[in-house]
């Protein structure tokens, strides 16, 4: 008894030194105020600080609150990654009556497509592209993607390896593109899921010994994956204009091998591409880019100023020269860190930079010539659909693919603390994601999605989803008023679907039905 006494007399005489030693720092130290006026429970505020987000993400916050993606967006992909129950019971909780900018979809009350008879029907099919990538364009390697849902650019380097491998895996289950981010081609890219290449500011993957575009780099590269697209970024939803850095402490031996850089030493990326510098130049080396791999190069941007895009398709419509596909990222994106200026407001959301890019191409009659991407916020049904009614003919998911091997929008992705292993280049936080349980989880994330869309088209009364027009969407103003998507956007007739051959072409495809029939009439004169 006597000793037990002493141990917890020790024990707290120990404890109220550490205290004492804590107060005693607290007051000689100057750089927090509030320790030196309240010392020791001044350390509760920062505490509390620290897990506000937790807080709020789990106790505080209601099912639509959170950004970037909210309570319920996020258990919809849960949900759909798992193969579990994704619907929602007892209505929306989303205010429709005085939510301004909401979008409703008009069903149709007859159509063209006939709805499938089983709630799990078409789950495990693709669901092709409407266009040929490259294809208008003669592009030798030009080919129809087999999915209309692709994963977005995510480099190595700002993903773990194991979570590039995940979604590499699952691509290939799916039977979608991965697109590798301007990071270059790893071996976490080598596993059965095909490629588009990205090339950035830097070059990585494809550069010499002085940081310089290597022609001959790319072309070996290319050759030895299964690469079936070029996308040559100009900008990101996330940091537009930016460029970045990879600390020298995450260049690892394998990141060097990947961007082609010396390990250990930072990594840059510039604002600008060095082997163009503007819309005349670009198309140039566009060309040489397909000419001498025979395989579609488009760009990825953010959209600002528009004198970019008016000359752009102002030499495409004179010269015969020409991108194969656009990727168009919203401002809304957010995959890549950047300053809070660069997140909160440089470059316009997607659906109002689409818009804008997609009427300077179809003012200049070149709408059918290329293939549109659309980028930020889109791997969920209901902004997927609105992007295909103003004209995308692929859409790209990046945080929503994310969310789907494991993330819980942490938001630390910055930091390289991510507690689920995805956005980190820690060994022991990566270690736990295991690329082959979370690869099926991703696949059935975009199978999940491609089915949900397939349903909405049926809903709309046709058979794929980028035959949906603008007038199936309504933009709500208010309470009592809304507007067509055509009207907010200012589109003329016809602008957002493919052409007549193409939309025949995909109804085929989608039907079973033989060659050589005619094209569908437009949906707008099915209900």
Not at 180 to 200: D, M, P, W, Y
Not at 363 to 374: K, S
């Amino acid at each position: 008894m006597v000793t037990g006494m002493t141990w917890a007399t020790r024990a707290a005489a120990a404890g109220l030194s550490a205290l004492a030693g804590v107060a005693a720092r607290d007051l000689l130290q100057r750089e927090h105020t509030l320790l030196r006026n309240f010392p020791v429970i001044g350390h509760a505020r920062y505490l509390l600080e620290s897990v506000g987000p937790e807080l709020r993400q789990y106790l505080v916050a209601g099912n639509n609150e959170e950004r970037p993606f909210t309570r319920d967006q996020r258990r919809w992909v849960y949900a759909s990654a798992k193969k579990q129950n994704n619907y929602f019971g007892f209505g929306t909780d989303n205010d429709l009556e005085y939510t301004a900018g909401y979008s409703v979809i008009n069903h149709r009350t007859f159509g063209r497509a006939v709805p499938t008879t089983h709630v799990q029907a078409g789950h495990e099919t693709p669901l092709p592209s409407a266009k040929v990538l490259g294809g208008p364009r003669g592009r030798a390697r030009a080919f129809r993607p087999e999915s209309v849902v692709n994963i977005s650019a995510m480099s190595f380097g700002s993903l773990s390896g194991r979570a590039v491998e995940s979604l590499n895996r699952g691509a290939a289950l799916a039977g979608c593109l991965q697109n590798t981010g301007e990071g270059g081609l790893s071996a976490h890219h080598r596993h059965g899921g095909e490629l588009v290449f990205q090339i950035g500011t830097a070059y990585f993957g494809c550069r010499d010994e002085h940081g310089r575009f290597d022609l001959a780099r790319l072309k070996d590269l290319v050759a030895s994956a299964p690469v079936r697209a070029l996308e040559v970024k100009l900008s990101q939803g996330a940091k537009p204009g930016l460029g970045g850095v990879l600390p020298a402490a995450k260049v690892s031996a394998e990141i060097a091998a990947a961007r082609g850089v010396p390990e250990g030493v930072d990594c840059i990326s510039p604002s600008r591409h060095a082997e163009f510098s503007d819309a005349d130049s670009l198309l140039d080396w566009v060309e040489l880019l397909a000419t001498e791999t025979g395989l579609p190069v488009g760009i990825k941007a953010a959209v600002g100023d528009m004198d970019f895009w008016r000359e752009l398709t102002a030499l495409m419509a004179s010269t015969g020269r020409g991108v194969d596909f656009v990727t168009v990222d919203g401002g809304e994106g957010g995959t890549g860190a950047a300053p809070l200026i660069f997140t909160d407001s440089v470059s316009l959301p997607f659906q109002l930079g689409f818009a804008r890019v997609y009427s300077a191409f179809a003012r200049a009659g070149l709408q059918e010539q290329v293939t549109f991407i659309g980028g930020g916020k889109l791997g969920l049904p209901d902004n997927a659909i609105v992007a295909f009614a103003l004209g995308c003919d692929l859409v790209n998911v990046a945080r929503e693919a994310m969310l789907a091997i494991g993330c819980i929008q942490a938001q630390k992705c910055h930091t390289d603390t991510c507690p689920t292993g995805v956005a980190t280049q820690n060994p022991w936080l990566s270690h736990g994601l295991d690329p082959e349980l979370k690869s099926v989880r991703a696949a059935t994330y975009i199978t999940t999605l491609r089915r949900d869309l397939r349903k909405v088209a049926e809903a709309c009364g046709v058979e794929h989803p980028g035959l949906i027009d603008n007038t199936s969407v309504e933009i709500l103003t208010g309470r009592t008023a809304s507007r067509p998507l055509a009207e907010v956007y200012d589109y003329e007739p016809g602008w957002g679907l493919p052409s007549a051959a193409d939309r025949a072409e995909i109804v085929r495809l989608m039907t079973g039905a033989p060659q050589g029939g005619s094209a569908p009439p437009s949906p707008t004169a099915v209900g």
